[in-house]
């Protein structure tokens, strides 16, 4: 009890920031302008749950990667189901994710960069999969939109004798770069704009700004690398495209 009390400056703020996004989202008659809000609330409970199990996990090997499994599991299932479900796509997206993930952690912990531990493992594996699964959302969503908007191209390609995957490869390669922006951008404003939370919970947790800023350096290169591989892996997969998608 003494606990929750002491977190009453955190419920009143989560509180205020709710009904304003809630407020904000209302008075434009926004569509689902309550998702957000709900999206905050199930986050915090999430994170409150996964903290607990951590404190007793984050030491043990066959444990975290358990965890990092459930994140993983998670995280596919969540970017199949935002490219209409199927199980053919889920394999898609769980063998393309799984190729950027397990190549960039590899290379991150293979040349020592990162210390190679339990707690280090999780919280990098962590970071990857989370960005990975939305660099998967991203260039997979953009990529069905642009062949649907353009399928006067592409349908004249097939015309033309051109493969399925030929005829929709400017559509591919926007795709992937189109998915990419946001990663890209945070990390060329990284420090003049934001604080990445990697960058800040490393100090908080005793780390020099110095190592800090070695670490954060390190979680950027690991999403962008990650996230290439997927994206591009996960377009070369989806792109032999000969029916006009559906709008997604």
């Known amino acids: 009890m003494a606990f929750l009390a002491a977190q009453a400056p955190t419920?009143?703020?989560l509180a205020i920031l709710i009904l304003l996004t809630v407020a904000a989202l209302w008075g434009s008659r926004t569509?689902?302008?309550l998702a957000p809000a709900a999206a905050i609330l199930r986050g915090a409970v999430q994170l409150a749950l996964i903290s607990l199990v951590l404190g007793g996990i984050i030491t043990d090997p066959v444990w975290v990667g358990l965890a990092l499994l459930v994140m993983f599991?998670?995280?596919t299932v969540t970017a199949a189901r935002r490219l209409v479900w199927s199980w053919q796509r889920f394999g898609a997206v769980a063998a393309t994710m799984a190729a950027g993930i397990c190549?960039?952690?590899a290379v991150v912990f293979g040349t020592g960069a990162i210390e190679f531990s339990p707690r280090y493992v999780l919280a990098i594996g962590g970071i990857v999969i989370g960005n990975s699964m939305s660099i998967a959302v991203l260039a997979g969503r953009r990529f069905f939109e642009a062949v649907r908007e353009q399928w006067d191209q592409v349908e004249g390609w097939l015309a033309l004798g051109a493969t399925a995957r030929r005829a929709t490869l400017m559509q591919a390669r926007q795709s992937v770069h189109s998915a990419l922006i946001p990663s890209t951008d945070q990390t060329k404003t990284t420090g003049l704009v934001t604080l990445p939370g990697a960058f800040v919970g490393a100090i908080f947790g005793g780390a020099s700004p110095l190592e800090a800023g070695r670490f954060q350096v390190v979680v950027?290169?690991?999403i962008m690398a990650a996230g290439s591989i997927t994206a591009v892996a996960l377009i070369r997969s989806l792109g032999a495209v000969r029916?006009?998608?559906?709008?997604?």
């Open 11 to 13: 419920f009143a703020a």
């Open 31 to 33: 569509p689902q302008f």
């Open 73 to 75: 599991t998670v995280a």
């Open 220 to 222: 950027l290169a690991s």
């Open 103 to 105: 190549v960039t952690l």
């Open 243 to 248: 029916v006009r998608p559906e709008p997604l």
